[in-house]
C-alpha cells in the first residue's frame, strides 16, 4: 500500500471515561484535523476507530505498547499488510499525542474565562485565576524536563495574573512602548498615537496571564552606558545582545525548547498562548518588573489564556518531503 494511502485506523481511541474529558474538550475547541491542512501524516485521534480483531496475524495496538504476534499460519502477505501496519500505524498514545502538538496554534485573543463546554455546569463558580496558576506550575512542570546541555538548566519563569498590581504594571508599559514607538514613527500626530496605545493596552488587558522566561548566564543585557534613572529611558528600545558563546546558544536553545514544552502543556488544558518577542520584553521597565538579574536574556513573553476563536493553521511553505525532511 502506498504510504500516504488512507486506511482504517487500528488503535482503540476512547473519548469516553475522566480521562478523556479534556480530551473531548481539546477537540471542541480546536479542530485538530488541521494537521491534515499542512499535508501531515498525523491523524486526528478523534477519527481513531476501533481495534484491530485478532487473525492469524494480529497488531493490538493499545495506548502505551505494541503487541505483534506472528502465526506461522499465515500468509507472507498478511504479514506484509500486518508489518505494514505496525509502520504506518502508530499506537494511540502516540497519535494522540502528535495531534495535540500538530493542533498547537498561536492565539491573539482571549477570553477571561474557560467556556461551560470545557468546565461543565458544576464549576460555573471555578476560580480563573487559581485554575491559570494551576495549569501554569503543570507546564512549568513539563517545561523544565526539556533537554539542556550539561544540566545547566538555564530558564526562569515569572508568572503574572491579570488583574494584579503587577499586570497593571505591565499595561502601562505597554501603553508607553507603543506610545514611545509611535510617537518616534512620526506617521501620526501625538493624539492618534494616544489613542492607538489605548487600543493595545486594552487588547493586553484582555490577556488572562503571562508568563516570561528569561536565560541565566548570558552577556549583561543592559548596556552601562544606558542611564537607568532617566524616566522615559525605561521605555526605549535596549540593544540586542545575543549569545555570544557556545553554553550560551545551547542555554538558549534549551529554554526554546523548555517553551514549547510549556506551550504543549497549555494547549493540552485548553488554553492557548502565544510566545512574544516584541519591543515591551526589550526595556527597562520590563526588566525592573519583573526584577531579572542584567545577565538574564528575556527568552520571550508568553501570552496565556483562553481562546476567543478557534485559532487558523497559518500556511507552512515547505513541503515535507524532500524539503524539510530529506534522505541523505
Ligand atoms: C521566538 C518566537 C517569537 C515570536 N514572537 C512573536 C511576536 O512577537 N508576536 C507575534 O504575534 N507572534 C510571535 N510569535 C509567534 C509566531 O508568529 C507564530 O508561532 C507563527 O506565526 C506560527 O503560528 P503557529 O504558532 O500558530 O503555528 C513568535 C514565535 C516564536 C517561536
Redesign the pocket.
Known amino acids: 500500500m502506498a504510504r500516504n494511502q488512507s486506511r482504517p485506523p487500528i488503535a482503540l481511541f476512547s473519548m469516553t471515561g475522566s480521562s478523556s474529558e479534556a480530551d473531548a474538550s481539546i477537540s471542541q475547541h480546536f479542530n485538530t484535523n488541521q494537521s491534515h491542512r499542512c499535508g501531515s501524516s498525523i491523524k486526528d485521534p478523534s477519527y481513531q476507530l476501533s481495534s484491530v480483531s485478532g487473525g492469524p496475524c494480529s497488531i493490538h495496538n493499545t495506548s502505551s505498547s505494541i503487541r505483534f504476534s506472528s502465526n506461522v499460519s499465515s500468509s507472507a502477505s498478511e504479514e506484509d499488510d500486518a508489518i505494514e501496519m505496525l509502520i504506518n500505524t502508530p499506537s494511540s498514545t502516540a497519535t494522540k499525542f502528535q495531534s495535540l502538538i500538530t493542533s ?3 492565539v ?1 485573543n482571549y477570553v477571561s474565562a474557560p467556556p461551560s463546554t470545557m468546565t461543565g455546569e458544576r464549576t460555573s463558580s471555578l476560580d480563573t485565576s487559581q485554575f491559570l496558576r494551576a495549569a501554569i506550575k503543570r507546564g512549568v512542570e513539563c517545561a523544565i524536563t526539556a533537554p539542556n546541555h550539561k544540566m545547566t538548566e538555564p530558564t526562569t519563569f515569572y508568572s503574572i495574573i491579570s488583574p494584579s498590581k503587577s499586570s497593571e504594571k505591565l499595561l502601562d508599559i505597554v501603553y508607553e512602548v507603543t506610545l514611545q514607538r509611535l510617537l518616534q514613527q512620526k506617521l501620526s500626530g501625538e493624539e492618534a498615537c494616544r489613542s492607538e496605545a489605548t487600543r493595545k493596552r486594552e487588547k493586553w488587558a484582555n490577556i488572562p496571564a503571562f508568563l516570561v522566561a528569561t536565560v541565566g548566564g548570558m552577556a549583561e543585557q543592559v548596556p552601562s552606558h544606558i542611564n537607568t534613572t532617566d524616566a522615559e529611558g525605561k521605555f526605549a528600545e535596549l540593544p540586542l545582545i545575543p549569545p555570544s558563546n557556545i553554553k550560551q546558544l545551547e542555554d538558549y536553545a534549551a529554554s ?1 525548547a523548555s517553551i514549547q514544552n510549556l506551550l504543549l502543556s497549555l494547549h493540552s488544558e485548553g488554553l492557548g498562548s ?5 519591543p515591551v520584553i526589550r526595556t527597562l521597565a520590563f526588566r525592573e518588573l519583573i526584577g531579572c538579574k542584567p545577565e538574564d536574556m528575556i527568552a ?1 513573553l508568553i501570552f496565556i489564556g483562553w481562546p476567543k476563536r478557534e ?1 487558523r ?2 500556511r507552512r511553505r515547505r513541503e515535507l518531503e524532500g524539503d524539510v525532511l530529506r534522505d541523505v
Do not use: Q, V
Not at 274 to 278: P, Y
Open positions: 498547537r496554534r498561536t491573539s526554546c502565544k510566545w512574544a518577542t516584541g520571550g485559532p493553521m497559518p
